[in-house]
Each structure stands twice: as C-alpha cells, then as structure tokens.
Nanobody, 120 residues
Framework: VQLQASGGGLVQAGGSLRLSCAAS????????IRWFRQAPGKERVFVAA????????YYADSVKGRFTISRELAKNTVYLQMNSLKPADTAIYYC??????????????WGQGTLVTVSS
C-alpha cells in the first residue's frame, strides 16, 4: 500500500481546508488510517484516526469539534476536514496507516506530508 497526502495550503485563521490521503496498491480494508502533524521544532503528534472497516473515529483533544475525519470507500481515500483553523494548527500533516488497533500508535506505513499554514 502507498499513501499519498494532499490538500495543504495557506489559509487565514478561522478558515477551512480539507486534506486527502489516497491509497494505492490495495484496499485499506482492515487498516486504521491516522493523521499526525508536526509543527516546526516539535514532535510529530496524533491528530485523528479512522477504522476503515467500521468508520469509527478518534480525535486528539486539541482538534475535537473542529476537525472531522472520514473515508470514501470507492476512492480508497481518507479525508481530514479542518474547520475553524488556528495559527497553532500550522504544521506538516502526515497520513499513515496499518492494521494495529492502537489508534494513536505510530503507523507502520507513512505517506508524504502536506504543509498547512494558518495565518493570524
């Protein structure tokens, strides 16, 4: 499986962006797909996750109520809808996945990152 992240960009505070994580090579059946982010000078941290089979979602406290993770089975793609963006959300966003049920675990498979910049 290969993961391709896209959708980052520059947005003003309060704005919205939608990130995509498209998979190729095989179906994501059985996988947990996660989004992590890494701000400049900081560690990569968990943002959100979704189970491919059941669509159960999980969020970091810092994004609850603002971000929504979803999946589109036909396109083998996971989305991260980000609303009410804050400058603190500025980071490189990475999608990753594997069959591990530990939703915040570092995934075995990573896509490349996509940069999100939120201006004040």
């Amino acid at each position: 499986v290969q993961l391709q992240a896209s959708g980052g960009g520059l947005v003003q505070a309060g704005g919205s962006l939608r990130l995509s994580c498209a998979a190729s090579g095989r179906t994501l059946s059985g996988y947990v797909i996660r989004w992590f982010r890494q701000a400049p000078g900081k560690e990569r941290v968990f943002v959100a996750a979704i189970t491919w089979n059941g669509g159960t979602t999980y969020y970091a406290d810092s994004v609850k109520g603002r971000f929504t993770i979803s999946r589109e089975l036909a396109k083998n793609t996971v989305y991260l809808q980000m609303n009410s963006l804050k400058p603190a959300d500025t980071a490189i966003y990475y999608c990753g996945g594997d069959p591990s049920p530990v939703v915040s675990a570092t995934p075995a498979l990573w896509g490349q990152g996509t940069l999100v910049t939120v201006s004040s």
